[in-house]
């Protein structure tokens, strides 16, 4: 029989071991209370965001009112962990300050746009000051419970078009305004002109936003809001704060601006996986690789296995997967290889990327840990700023930004139809959609000469499974060799440059390097005198039969 004393002492541990649970529960989340506006005081006094929901905007103000139901089954992140909101759209999540609360917008609805233009989907959580940065990095804010306002969409037939830009880069101001007068607003008065609407549904930017100069994130947004669509922002080796001590403080500034540097977005037929791939090795040469923190496996590991299997993955990055050199890790490969081997489950994934200021398409299989049925594809897409914004200046005062490989700067749109198949087209900045091939070729020729001459056909979306194939005059079609040189058109602008006395523009072109979509056909030089037309066609998926024409002349000997 048990003594008074014991007796007390078991009531003791049991109220303890209950207040333990209690607690337990509050840093778990698994106490929803009754829905009310959160506050600052709640959060702070429990420790987690136990009153935040997500709601079906009626009226398109941001604001819970009366009547406006909650929505179930969302999702809500930090980047780790992964909420899900209850039937009155209640979500519980512990916040963590330098963490960015998130919302997945989940398919069939779609988000507020803020007044700085991004999808008012995001908040970050700071109650305390971080490193001292250069860019401000992220202020001290209350760590606030969010609401997260939507509204339903209506059913849509058709694909989903999505614009996707890589590195728009700009280094100032008037590079700034190279993106607007080159990239957005033909792109918005192309819209304007089209039977279409909308354009696109969604956009996507793939990294270095800005050239280091983190000052200029404003001015790039306010470009992007023009195009009135939700957009979504990878961060890039030139977004970060290169005065950070740690990689987990590089991307505070960006983090600011553009919220969340790994987050998710659903719709009906696709699902978009924005990460930072940038590693920040302070002090080390290089400063930064291509690889992925443990925090971004925790949450993709989390996320992945929840997704359907019959929309297309989307994985939108900055750095690419394939390595630059021979022998050299562009992305650390034991990432790369744990993250090929999650993706492996899903039917339909693509990877997009930028950072290279050049053009391919790569394809995985199991050597590089890629277990799916068939290849994986990733689409190394070229720039919005080309080379760099360099070159020669046309009548606009917009230099002509050509990249190494000889392809145009511009921009792509992913189109993506049900059941995850998918399109990707190129969009030379301010030339017709038709331009998708760059001919070089030599102008004249000595009738009767040894056919050693050729002209070249630069397929900016080609890759060593197209046939690309060519004929002069009314002659045969005959196939062209791919080669992997530089372009012959741009090497003209190098020694062009070389030999000027004087700059030609601000900076001159980059370097022609062996571009992976070029194309030789020899030209024959028995025809009569005279001028000889050459037509080179291509079949492009997302395009269609792309041609493109030159000429070239034979001449009798002096």
Request: aromatic share 8%; hydrophobic share 40%; charged share 25%.
């Amino acid at each position: 029989m048990a003594t008074a004393a014991t007796m007390q002492a078991k009531g003791r541990a049991v109220a303890g071991h209950r207040i333990t649970l209690l607690l337990a529960d509050l840093l778990l989340g698994a106490s929803l209370l009754a829905v009310a506006p959160a506050t600052q005081a709640q959060a702070q006094a429990t420790g987690v965001c136990h009153d935040a929901s997500v709601f079906e905007d009626r009226n398109d103000n941001g604001l819970r009112e009366r009547g406006e139901r909650g929505i179930a089954g969302v999702r809500v992140s930090d980047g780790v962990r992964i909420a899900t909101t209850d039937r009155s759209g209640r979500y519980s999540l512990p916040p963590v300050s330098g963490r960015t609360l998130f919302l997945i917008k989940p398919a069939g609805y779609r988000a507020r746009l803020r007044e700085d233009g991004l999808p008012d989907i995001w908040a970050n959580w700071q109650d305390e000051a971080g490193p001292t940065l250069k860019y401000g990095g992220v202020p001290v804010a209350p760590m606030a419970c969010k609401n997260f306002a939507l509204q339903r969409e209506t059913r849509r037939a058709g694909q989903l078009d999505v614009l996707v830009f890589g590195d728009p880069q700009p280094k100032t101001l008037t590079d700034v305004d190279y993106y607007r007068r080159d990239i957005v607003e033909p792109l918005i008065q192309a819209q304007r002109l089209s039977s279409r609407s909308p354009a696109a549904r969604l956009g996507v930017s793939l990294g270095d936003i800005v050239n280091d100069d983190l000052t200029l994130f404003d001015a790039i947004k306010k470009v992007d809001a023009t195009m009135r669509l939700p957009w979504l922002h990878a961060p890039g080796n030139h977004d970060i704060d290169f005065d950070a001590a740690r990689d987990e403080d590089s991307l505070d500034s960006f983090r600011h601006a553009f919220g969340p540097d790994t987050y998710a977005w659903e719709e009906p037929e696709a699902t978009f996986v924005v990460l930072d791939d940038v590693i920040f090795n302070p002090g080390s040469k290089p400063s930064y690789i291509g690889g992925l923190r443990e925090s971004q496996f925790a949450f993709l590991e989390a996320y992945l296995p929840t997704l359907p299997k019959d929309r297309l993955l989307v994985l939108s990055a900055h750095i690419h997967f394939y390595d630059a050199e021979p022998g050299v890790e562009t992305f650390r490969h034991a990432d790369r290889e744990r993250l090929f081997r999650m993706l492996s489950a899903f039917p339909n994934v693509l990877l997009l990327t930028a950072h290279s200021h050049a053009q391919r398409h790569a394809y995985y299989g199991r050597e590089h840990g890629w277990l799916g049925s068939g290849p994986l594809h990733e689409f190394n897409m070229g720039a919005a700023c080309g080379g760099y914004w360099s070159g020669v200046a046309d009548a606009a005062g917009i230099p002509s930004a050509t990249m190494s490989d000889g392809t145009p700067n511009g921009y792509s749109r992913l189109s993506v139809q049900k059941g995850g198949k998918y399109s990707l087209r190129w969009f030379p900045a301010r030339e017709s959609p038709d331009r998708q091939i760059g001919l070089h070729a030599p102008k004249v020729l000595r009738q009767g000469s040894w056919p050693g001459y050729a002209v070249y056909a630069n397929v900016y979306m080609g890759d060593e499974r197209s046939l690309v194939e060519y004929r002069v005059g009314d002659g045969e079609w005959l196939p062209m060799r791919r080669v992997e040189q530089p372009d012959p058109a741009l090497l003209a602008e190098n020694m062009a440059d070389d030999a000027a006395l004087r700059l030609r523009g601000y900076d001159r072109l980059p370097e022609a390097s062996p571009s992976p979509h070029l194309w030789r056909g020899a030209l024959p030089t028995h025809l009569p005198l005279g001028t000889h037309r050459i037509e080179v066609r291509v079949q492009i998926a997302g395009y269609g039969l792309a041609t493109a024409t030159t000429e070239y002349r034979l001449d009798p000997a002096p």
